[in-house]
């Protein structure tokens, strides 16, 4: 997950080179191929197998004595809040590629001094430059350069710019290599307690306030789980706008301070939540990643009626549980047009008024009860 923050730099020509970092630091993977190669050879004096400790010590060094990467374009996921969510994988590329491209310089200088890793063509790449950087990264690129893309936190292009530089390099040709860790989207989902055998990652929803509404009301149908980015200033807002667009009722999950020490994950109906939120003189700190129950069948239906009654005010016809068959139901039972056209805009969603029209319609056309 990204924002779009981040130092610009020059041409790719002026690569940033890494400060010296403290001798802690540097020394850290050192010690671990230490610890590493002497558990291997421990297990082998031992007559068991080293193909465990051997395998990380090799990988471990590896880091310290970086070997060239193919060529490619290498989408590498960093922690999203706990430095140790790091891969083995992700730090061997990270110390073999030729460019390091990083949304915030300074935040990716930080992880790679606490693994002692030197970055020797350190360059920004994010919202404000990436056109002009992302050509520069494709001419690289075709040169057969290896270039391992970062952002502040969690997997490259997931809702930050990133997703525009692997499309153009799938489209050159140029091989986008996934290199898998953190993300705050999947750590939300499997934690909040909601389906997971069916979800959508919608990422930020638009800022103003109509434009919001207009995408959760096209998302009001869909029937798995819901996962969105949320900014800590708008938190209020987005939790009362999903409250009144998808239902009260409906089940949350709101994920605050993934994977650091005050993580939290506050569960409970959108309505509650929104409440509870809105009466917060503080606002939350941080991203916060938001989980939404999907649409149930009933209430799917229900919008399925009433988007049929808006479009023509007549549900599709001979289709169980339809407008038209409601309204006949209620006549032929004898009750009047006025507490049926009641009851199925309570039951359906469709304004009063409109099911008032068609059930009078109903009634003067067709045999029924009393009106």
Do not use: W
Not at 139 to 163: F, M
Not at 208 to 217: E, F, I, M, T
Not at 348 to 357: E, L, M, P, W
């Amino acid at each position: 997950m990204a924002s779009a923050t981040g130092r610009q730099s020059g041409s790719l020509d002026v690569g940033a080179s890494v400060d010296d970092f403290p001798a802690e630091s540097e020394s850290l993977l050192g010690r671990l191929h230490e610890s590493a190669s002497a558990a291997a050879a421990a297990d082998e004096d031992a007559g068991g197998s080293q193909d465990s400790a051997g395998a990380v010590a090799d990988d471990i060094g590896i880091m310290l004595h970086p070997v060239p990467l193919d060529p490619g374009l290498y989408l590498v996921a960093t922690p999203i809040g706990n430095m140790e969510d790091i891969t083995l994988r992700a730090l061997k590329t990270l110390a073999a590629a030729d460019i390091v491209l990083c949304e915030d310089t300074r935040t990716t200088r930080v992880l790679l001094g606490r693994y002692g890793i030197r970055a020797e063509r350190l360059l920004s790449y994010h919202e404000h430059n990436r056109a002009q950087r992302g050509d520069q990264v494709l001419r690289e690129l075709r040169a057969g350069r290896s270039v391992a893309l970062v952002s502040d936190a969690g997997t490259p292009g997931v809702s930050d710019p990133g997703a525009d530089l692997a499309a153009s390099a799938a489209g050159a040709g140029v091989p986008v290599v996934p290199v898998p860790g953190a993300c705050a989207a999947v750590s939300a989902l499997v934690a909040s307690g909601l389906p997971t055998d069916e979800f959508t990652f919608v990422g930020f929803l638009p800022k103003k306030a109509g434009q919001r509404a207009s995408r959760l009301r096209d998302l009001r149908a869909y029937g798995g789980t819901l996962v969105f980015y949320v900014s800590p200033h708008n938190a209020a807002a987005v939790l009362e706008d999903a409250a009144r667009e998808l239902g009260e009722a409906r089940r949350c999950c709101l994920a605050r301070e993934l994977t650091k020490k005050f993580e939290e994950h506050v569960r409970g109906s959108l309505g509650a939540l929104a409440a509870r939120i809105a009466a917060d003189p503080e606002r939350p700190r941080g991203e916060l990643t938001l989980c939404i129950e999907g649409c149930s069948a009933d209430e799917a239906e229900r919008l399925r009626i009433a988007a049929a009654a808006a479009a023509g005010g007549v549900a599709p016809g001979g289709e169980e549980g339809g407008l038209e068959d409601l309204i006949r139901g209620g006549l032929a039972a004898g009750r009047g047009v006025s507490e049926v056209a009641k009851d199925v805009s309570k039951q359906t969603g469709v304004r009063k008024k409109q099911v008032y029209a068609l059930a009078l319609k109903l009634a003067q056309t067709e045999p029924h009860g009393t009106q």
